[in-house]
Every structure is written in C-alpha cells, then in structure tokens.
C-alpha cells in the first residue's frame, strides 16, 4: 500500500456523463498531480496542486477540472465524457513542491471506461 | 524542453536473460533528477530509483543496475539474470524545477514480458 488512496477505482459510464475521481494523498505530503494513462499515450501529466492551490497544468482538456481540499484531498472532474476519455487515471503526492528531487508516490488508479 | 524518450516500447526475453531498457533524456537545465518507475500488471506505479544530475555514479542494487552517463544523457536500466517477476510496464522520467514548481516528465514505457 502505497498511502495514496484513490477511488474508485473502476468507473463504467456513458458518453456525454461527468464523473469524479478522488484522491488522498500519502499523510504529509502536500503535492498532489493528475496523470492520465492511455494506451499507447504513456504518462500525460494533467495537473498538479500544492496545498489548495493549482501550481501547474498539463495536457488537460477544458471538459476536465481540479481542485484540492483544505484537508489535502484533491478530485479530478471529467464531464461530457468522449470515448477517447477512457483511460487510467492516477493520482500522485509528494512531500514539497518545487524541488525536482521529490518522488512521486502513485495511487493504485481510477480506471474509467466511457461507452 | 524536456523530453524523454523510450526507443523500446516492447522487450521480450527468456527467464534468466539479461536486458538493458533505454531512456535518454532531453533538459536544458544543469540541475536535474532522473527516476525510474515500475509498473507491474496490477498497475501501481512503484518509485526504484532517483539519481541526480551531478551523480554520475553507477548504481547496483541486487539483479538491478544503473548507468547514468550525462556525456550521451542517458540513463539506462539493466536487469541481470530476468526472472518472471520482473514482467512489467519501466517508465523513465525526468524531474526539473521549473518556474517554481517540480516538473516530471516520463516517457512512454517499455514493457517487458519475461518468458518462463
């Protein structure tokens, strides 16, 4: 177990819907990113917070929103999904924000199939 | 711009092979960290290894060794003596500061199936 908590951790869901993935971050880290993993796209970074505040975006599409809570949960938000929006999503924390030394700690993932 | 590049998407070798997964990396930057990432079929990344860019030093850690060489920036993954287990999906990626914020940009994968 890796501390970082995502759920759920299957999602099935229809064109056009929204969804919401969660993540709790590993205890005491305050980074928290967005990765979406499609099958042959690798590791595309979509967005990362620092303790409730957006630090960095991605490749993120406008349909696609984040936020993290005071309590340093974050949620990922997809609406009017497409197919080409299934995919693997994983979250990742880590301890700080602007040293390149930091490693990412990855949840289990969301997987999300949109039929 | 970073970039890294995985030239091997698939590698399949026989149990008790040796194999060497490729990453070179792409920065502008003099500062630097370099990591490998695992992927087994259940999915959950897993850290193995970070290395900064003033470390040239090769790592050994059991059946699995680094080679970090900034002259030809590149930063490979050698597993001795493959064994099933090792069956997986290898992510490099490349970590910066940039702009105040740590950026970390991973190439696209290189899976290994280890055949028994």
């Known amino acids: 177990d890796s501390g970082v908590t995502q759920t759920p951790k299957h999602l099935i869901t229809a064109t056009g819907q929204r969804v919401t993935l969660r993540c709790s971050p590993r205890s005491g880290d305050l980074s928290v990113y967005w990765y979406q993993q499609s099958l042959d796209q690798g590791l595309q970074f979509l967005i990362q917070y620092y303790n409730g505040e957006e630090r960095a975006k991605g490749n993120i599409l406008e349909r696609f929103s984040a936020q993290q809570f005071p309590d340093l949960h974050s949620e990922l938000n997809l609406s009017s999904l497409e197919l080409g929006d299934s995919a693997l999503y994983f979250c990742?924390?880590?301890?700080?924000?602007?040293?390149?030394?930091?490693?990412?700690?990855f949840g289990a993932g969301s997987r999300l199939t949109v039929l | 711009a970073q970039k890294v590049t995985q030239a091997q998407t698939e590698i399949s070798v026989v149990e008790k092979e040796d194999v060497t997964l490729d990453c070179v990396y792409e920065t502008r930057d003099t500062t630097y960290y370099l990591f490998w990432y695992k992927q087994p079929p259940s999915g959950e990344l897993v850290f193995l290894i970070r290395r900064n860019s003033f470390d040239e030093q090769n790592e050994i850690s059991g059946r699995y060794s680094w080679n970090f060489q900034k002259s030809t920036s590149s930063f490979n993954f050698t597993i001795t003596a493959s064994q099933v287990v090792d069956s997986a999906v290898y992510f490099c990626?490349?970590?910066?500061?940039?702009?105040?914020?740590?950026?970390?940009?991973f190439g696209i994968g290189t899976k290994l199936q280890v055949i028994p």
């Open positions: 990742a924390s880590s301890v700080g924000q602007t040293s390149g030394a930091n490693v990412l700690t």
């Open positions: 990626a490349l970590s910066e500061n940039s702009g105040g914020y740590q950026k970390v940009t």
